[in-house]
């Protein structure tokens, strides 16, 4: 299912790749979700890890584009800089904003992690922050996972939405 299939009413736990492609315009549908989501049409939940994923990702991207760090390993040349991070702040208001626009936070509970991702992990080989995503998925008995990442076709206990638009 493509994510314009997501019908109305939809409880949706959403992977950090979809966000990214959409802050990108890589993905017309992922844009499509986030103003479906702002609007109501659409019930979009964010676990824990993917908030903290996405705001990791978002803060080496305007690094990045500040040109304070270039080339490969961004991150471990960021923290060694600690003047830099403290000057960045647009990573911060487009994370605010997503939550204003009625994102939804779901913190990682123990068994999450330490029961039913480890299961996860078992069954279907899934790294572990994308276990933990099935595990809040399931335990919220979401109607849908949003993501972009081939690895969730594989999981049986809900249902999973993927952008065929990805540019």
């Given at each position: 299912?493509?994510?314009?299939?997501?019908?109305?009413?939809?409880?949706?736990?959403?992977?950090?790749?979809?966000?990214?492609?959409?802050?990108?315009?890589?993905?017309?549908?992922?844009?499509?979700?986030?103003?479906?989501?702002?609007?109501?049409?659409?019930?979009?939940?964010?676990?824990?890890?993917?908030?903290?994923?996405?705001?990791?990702?978002?803060?080496?991207?305007?690094?990045?584009?500040?040109?304070?760090?270039?080339?490969?390993n961004a991150?471990?040349?960021?923290?060694?800089?600690?003047?830099?991070?403290?000057?960045l702040g647009?990573?911060?208001?487009?994370?605010?904003?997503?939550?204003?626009?009625?994102?939804?936070?779901?913190?990682?509970?123990?068994?999450?992690?330490?029961?039913?991702?480890?299961?996860?992990?078992?069954?279907?080989?899934?790294?572990?922050?994308?276990?933990?995503?099935?595990?809040?998925?399931?335990?919220?008995?979401?109607?849908?996972?949003?993501?972009?990442?081939?690895?969730?076709?594989?999981?049986?206990?809900?249902?999973?939405?993927?952008?065929?638009?990805?540019?």
């Amino acid at each position: 299912m493509n994510l314009d299939d997501i019908q109305n009413g939809s409880l949706c736990v959403v992977d950090t790749n979809v966000l990214l492609y959409a802050e990108q315009g890589l993905s017309q549908q992922a844009q499509r979700l986030i103003r479906r989501c702002s609007t109501g049409d659409l019930i979009g939940v964010l676990p824990q890890t993917v908030w903290q994923e996405l705001t990791h990702k978002l803060m080496l991207a305007e690094a990045l584009m500040m040109e304070r760090v270039s080339g490969p390993n961004a991150g471990r040349k960021l923290s060694r800089q600690p003047d830099i991070v403290k000057r960045l702040g647009l990573y911060k208001d487009k994370i605010l904003a997503l939550l204003n626009m009625g994102l939804g936070f779901e913190a990682c509970m123990k068994e999450d992690l330490l029961v039913n991702a480890f299961r996860y992990q078992e069954q279907y080989g899934l790294l572990t922050n994308d276990s933990v995503i099935v595990a809040i998925a399931v335990r919220l008995r979401a109607d849908v996972l949003v993501t972009a990442d081939a690895a969730f076709q594989k999981i049986s206990e809900i249902p999973v939405a993927m952008p065929s638009d990805i540019t």
